[in-house]
Antibody
């Protein structure tokens, strides 16, 4: 059974960079698409972007200027950096696996709350 | 890239059927048959219920079905059960290799 686990600081200061890692277990990271999705408290889901196991990336146009994703196949994990954060970036961040190029998440992590403080 | 439009809430009694709509544009739902639906219970991660418009992942009840007409996709849940009460989100593949979610629909089982 594939499992995903997000890790990273739960508190980030405004204007700094948010960094998260998703560790994949129970399956290989190769040949799949891996996405980051976030959800502010009480609000809906927002797709941040995705990375293929070869390193190819696609980003949400509204976040593209601030997002960078990377993958480490040797460690079976992938990561995300979001720069110049503000309070609006406070949310639960999820990582997920896409079963194909047209689907985001057949497996999801449990989510991690990141709070941006001033 | 605008969010897909879903009703804020729907409700139904146990045993009934309900349908949740998800309206997009020709840049997403209308062009690509790549709409997925997610169920989210409070405090939990979303769960994939339908992908590629109408396909069900292994283990998802046959009571859940998906369809599309034009720019609108739909999720139908038949034989409503108390455990179906949750938030439901649609998501579509869109132009320029991106994805867009709907705003979410809260399903209440009366």
């Amino acid at each position: 059974q594939v499992q995903l686990q997000e890790s990273g600081p739960g508190l980030v200061k405004s204007s700094e960079t948010l960094s998260l890692t998703c560790i994949v277990s129970g399956g290989s990271i190769s040949s799949y698409y891996w996405s980051w999705i976030r959800q502010p408290a009480g609000k809906g889901l927002e797709w941040i972007g995705r990375i293929y196991s070869t390193g190819s990336t696609n980003y949400n146009p509204s976040l593209k200027s601030r997002v960078t994703m990377s993958v480490d196949t040797s460690k079976n994990q992938f990561s995300m950096k979001l720069s110049s954060v503000t309070a609006a970036d406070t949310a639960v961040y999820y990582c997920a696996r896409g079963r194909g190029p047209g689907t985001i998440g057949d497996y999801w992590g449990q989510g991690t709350l990141v709070t941006v403080s001033s | 890239q605008s969010a897909l439009t879903q009703p804020a809430s729907v409700s139904g009694s146990p045993g009934q059927s309900i349908t949740i709509s998800c309206t997009g544009t020709s840049s997403d739902v209308g062009t690509y048959n790549l709409v997925s639906w997610y169920q989210q219970h409070p405090g939990k991660a979303p769960k994939l219920m339908i992908y590629e418009g109408s396909k069900r992942p292994s283990g998802v009840s046959t009571r859940f079905s998906g369809s599309k007409s034009g720019n609108t996709a739909s999720l139908t849940i038949s034989g409503l059960q108390a455990e179906d009460e949750a938030d439901y989100y649609c998501c579509s593949y869109a132009d320029s290799f991106t994805f867009v979610f709907g705003g979410g629909t809260k399903l209440t089982v009366l």
